[in-house]
């Protein structure tokens, strides 16, 4: 599209289902490089009503409604890790499936005798009832009921083309492509992977220093997983890339991280101590002292954390590191415990991309780019400086890197219309998840096939090759 040519009112949205997080950014037609976040969540806890995602979980409850992400009491169990059950068992990883987050998802969607898709589609209209409310406040009711909407939700780039249908299912169940009097709402799909380096790529692109055929590995460090996708500079104007390997990506997110930081603080007290804990106290803990305390400062600087412990942590009897009755003492060391395991698969997934990358390529890749909620950790960054010294590693400032994905694929619907020659970045070629073939049988060439396929027809009256594949 020209400069010239009218633009028509329309808004893209951009949804980004996480496992443990959701988060939507749009777009109007002519404004297409504001992209704006929604965020005010309706919160049961301090410090998130404005932070860029609402974490993925439901709870129904036949007397109040059904809860969603913040709004959630601590003291409830929640159904989460619910994206996941999408897949059918045969197509999710076994270290996926044998997972404690999994198996209690599945546990309590058994109980409650209800279908993934049904699930999902319950989460989504929550989620987009409160966007929508969201850009109407921002545009105005008139505007909205004139504007089309284009719909961008980003999958993993895993998925078989099957799970892709039972999301559009939920989708439409939800009430997201319910029918408006201005127009068809639009729906598209893109790769997580893909959406989050649409993000940054975009802003690589106006550097002096990115040149035809560098190449740059995506780090997706999300809370349940980590996800990885390589891409090479076909060209600069337009900024045309392609996807150089095969994508990676393992079970090492942030909440394998919270789980060890929580087995730190139990390993640091009495046994027993945390014994009358409740669910709803630790939630409260870990929101407070973790998520918005140590988490997002520690880089594994020289210094000592103190927390403040749950009222009914029994403290009296957990030795001398206890400052008063409810605080708790952490040196740094400490807190590296809790990280080195997470941090290390993270590094050996990455140092397998980019040895892949130096492969096919014969030269190093010049970017490791960080993105996701993981992907903002100081300290995880300072590693992967240290340990991948051959490239050049990246982080974004704030919590851009957890955006990623949402503002992603709202960059890929911007794309698609045109709308922007300075967001403009296109995905040239990508390579295949599936291969696709014939099965036969033929004649036997000891050349060629393996003896375990060798077998004797009596209807040809020689010996043939089975399960060949063209």
Same mark, same amino acid.
């Given at each position: 599209m020209?400069g010239?040519e009218p633009v028509?009112?329309?808004?893209?949205i951009g949804?980004d289902?996480?496992?443990?997080?959701?988060g939507i950014?749009?777009?109007y037609?002519r404004e297409?490089?504001e992209i704006?976040?929604?965020?005010?969540?309706?919160?049961e806890?301090n410090?998130?009503?404005?932070?860029e995602?609402?974490?993925?979980?439901l709870l129904?409850d036949?007397?109040?409604?059904?809860?969603?992400?913040y709004?959630i009491?601590a003291s409830e169990?929640?159904?989460?890790?619910?994206?996941l059950?999408?897949?059918?068992s045969d197509d999710?990883p076994?270290m996926?499936s044998?997972?404690?987050?999994?198996r209690?998802?599945?546990k309590l969607l058994?109980k409650m005798?209800?279908?993934?898709?049904e699930v999902?589609?319950?989460?989504?209209?929550?989620i987009w009832?409160?966007?929508?409310?969201?850009?109407?406040?921002?545009?105005?009711?008139e505007?909205l009921q004139?504007s089309?909407?284009?719909?961008?939700?980003?999958?993993?780039?895993i998925w078989p083309?099957?799970a892709q249908?039972r999301?559009?299912?939920?989708?439409?169940t939800?009430g997201?492509?319910?029918?408006?009097?201005? #127009?068809e709402?639009?729906?598209?799909f893109?790769?997580?992977p893909e959406?989050?380096?649409l993000?940054?790529i975009k802003?690589?692109s106006?550097?002096?220093?990115?040149k035809v055929?560098?190449?740059?590995?995506i780090?997706d460090?999300?809370g349940?997983?980590?996800?990885?996708i390589s891409y090479?500079?076909?060209?600069?104007?337009?900024?045309v890339?392609?996807?150089?390997?095969k994508?990676d990506?393992?079970l090492?997110?942030?909440?394998f991280?919270d789980?060890q930081?929580l087995k730190?603080?139990?390993r640091?007290?009495?046994?027993?101590s945390?014994d009358?804990?409740?669910?709803?106290?630790e939630?409260?803990f870990?929101?407070?002292?973790?998520?918005h305390?140590?988490?997002?400062?520690?880089?594994?600087?020289?210094?000592?954390w103190i927390?403040?412990l749950p009222?009914?942590?029994?403290?009296a009897?957990?030795?001398?590191?206890?400052?008063?009755?409810?605080t708790?003492?952490l040196?740094s060391s400490?807190?590296?415990s809790?990280y080195?395991p997470?941090?290390?698969?993270?590094?050996?997934?990455i140092?397998?991309?980019?040895q892949a990358?130096?492969?096919?390529?014969?030269?190093s890749?010049?970017?490791?780019i960080?993105?996701g909620?993981?992907?903002r950790s100081s300290?995880?960054?300072s590693?992967?400086?240290?340990?991948?010294?051959?490239?050049?590693?990246?982080?974004?400032? #704030?919590?851009?890197p957890?955006?990623?994905?949402?503002?992603?694929?709202?960059?890929?619907?911007?794309?698609n219309?045109g709308l922007?020659a300075?967001l403009?970045?296109?995905v040239?070629?990508?390579v295949a998840r599936n291969?696709y073939g014939v099965?036969?049988?033929?004649?036997?060439d000891?050349q060629?096939h393996?003896?375990?396929d060798k077998?004797?027809?009596e209807?040809?009256?020689?010996?043939?090759?089975?399960?060949?594949?063209?």
């Amino acid at each position: 599209m020209t400069g010239n040519e009218p633009v028509d009112d329309f808004i893209i949205i951009g949804l980004d289902f996480g496992t443990t997080y959701s988060g939507i950014a749009w777009a109007y037609s002519r404004e297409p490089e504001e992209i704006e976040l929604v965020t005010s969540w309706d919160s049961e806890f301090n410090n998130c009503s404005d932070v860029e995602k609402a974490p993925t979980q439901l709870l129904y409850d036949d007397k109040k409604g059904t809860s969603w992400g913040y709004s959630i009491p601590a003291s409830e169990d929640a159904l989460k890790w619910f994206k996941l059950l999408l897949l059918d068992s045969d197509d999710v990883p076994i270290m996926v499936s044998k997972s404690s987050q999994m198996r209690c998802a599945q546990k309590l969607l058994d109980k409650m005798r209800k279908d993934p898709v049904e699930v999902i589609a319950c989460y989504l209209r929550k989620i987009w009832n409160h966007a929508i409310d969201s850009i109407q406040r921002t545009v105005g009711a008139e505007l909205l009921q004139k504007s089309p909407f284009h719909v961008v939700i980003t999958l993993p780039a895993i998925w078989p083309p099957y799970a892709q249908q039972r999301m559009k299912q939920a989708a439409k169940t939800s009430g997201i492509l319910d029918a408006r009097s201005c #127009g068809e709402t639009k729906l598209r799909f893109i790769s997580e992977p893909e959406a989050a380096a649409l993000a940054t790529i975009k802003d690589l692109s106006k550097r002096s220093t990115i040149k035809v055929g560098d190449a740059m590995v995506i780090c997706d460090a999300g809370g349940g997983t980590v996800d990885l996708i390589s891409y090479q500079i076909e060209s600069i104007s337009p900024f045309v890339v392609k996807e150089c390997v095969k994508g990676d990506g393992g079970l090492c997110g942030g909440v394998f991280l919270d789980e060890q930081f929580l087995k730190l603080i139990k390993r640091k007290l009495a046994p027993g101590s945390w014994d009358n804990v409740t669910s709803a106290e630790e939630k409260k803990f870990l929101n407070e002292c973790w998520e918005h305390g140590i988490k997002p400062q520690f880089s594994n600087q020289n210094r000592d954390w103190i927390v403040d412990l749950p009222d009914s942590c029994d403290v009296a009897s957990s030795g001398r590191k206890l400052k008063r009755r409810k605080t708790l003492e952490l040196s740094s060391s400490d807190i590296l415990s809790a990280y080195t395991p997470i941090v290390d698969k993270i590094e050996a997934l990455i140092r397998r991309q980019t040895q892949a990358v130096k492969s096919k390529l014969g030269k190093s890749a010049k970017y490791i780019i960080l993105v996701g909620g993981f992907g903002r950790s100081s300290y995880l960054y300072s590693k992967l400086q240290s340990a991948f010294f051959e490239s050049t590693v990246l982080q974004s400032r #704030g919590n851009k890197p957890w955006s990623a994905i949402c503002r992603g694929a709202v960059v890929h619907g911007i794309t698609n219309h045109g709308l922007s020659a300075t967001l403009g970045v296109t995905v040239g070629a990508r390579v295949a998840r599936n291969s696709y073939g014939v099965m036969f049988h033929t004649g036997f060439d000891p050349q060629k096939h393996r003896l375990s396929d060798k077998y004797w027809s009596e209807e040809h009256q020689k010996w043939r090759a089975s399960n060949q594949m063209q």
